[in-house]
């Protein structure tokens, strides 16, 4: 075999290199992983106050409804169920994830149906709750014109339920290697007994 000199004239010039301790890579990535997380406070402040709200990472968009119509993809089984300070149980619908990759359509949508119909939403939801509310009233206590609407718990609540929800399910998903921008659009809907949006 005949020797190209271009090749031979790259190879020389190459610089040494280093075989990578697999430890220290796996803890490289694993701090990447964390400091390319984002903040849960930083997400949920763009959010307040707002009846239409952007979801975790900017992946889906949430919609209040004084009708009892649900939106297109909005699946009874991809439901939870929570009670609303006053306007008694409310019934909160995620549907209409959109899988960046598209030939992982199917994949995303089994993930999605197996985690509400095998997980405990109520128990892998609820610890984000508080923790979302107490932002958004942080974020109200600095507001030098505080809102005075008497639906403001009814509606602190559906977004704090709304972003945990969403939350815990796309925890879940970056299990089964969905992971930070996986999904590029979803949605939801909330209906409760008493609800007043106008």
Do not use: K
């Amino acid at each position: 075999m005949t020797l190209d000199p271009l090749d031979s004239l790259l190879e020389s010039s190459a610089p040494d290199t280093l075989e990578a301790d697999a430890t220290d890579l796996r803890a490289m990535v694993s701090s990447a992983a964390q400091q390319a997380r984002p903040v849960r406070h930083r997400r949920i402040g763009l959010a307040a106050g707002l009846l239409s709200l952007t979801l975790v990472g900017g992946a889906g968009v949430a919609a209040a409804s004084s009708t009892w119509l649900w939106g297109e993809g909005m699946e009874p089984h991809r439901s939870y169920t929570y009670a609303s300070p006053t306007w008694g149980e409310c019934e909160l619908r995620l549907g209409n994830f959109v899988a960046e990759n598209p030939f992982r359509q199917f994949e995303l949508d089994r993930v999605i149906d197996d985690w509400f119909a095998t997980a405990d939403v109520a128990a892998e939801a609820e610890p984000f709750v508080a923790e979302y509310l107490d932002v958004l009233r942080d974020a109200r206590a600095n507001d030098p014109e505080p809102s005075t609407d008497p639906r403001l718990p009814d509606l602190d609540y559906w977004t704090a339920v709304d972003q945990a929800v969403s939350e815990a399910l796309l925890a879940d998903l970056a299990v089964h290697g969905f992971g930070q921008g996986s999904v590029t659009s979803s949605a939801s809907q909330v209906h409760c007994e008493g609800e007043q949006w106008g």
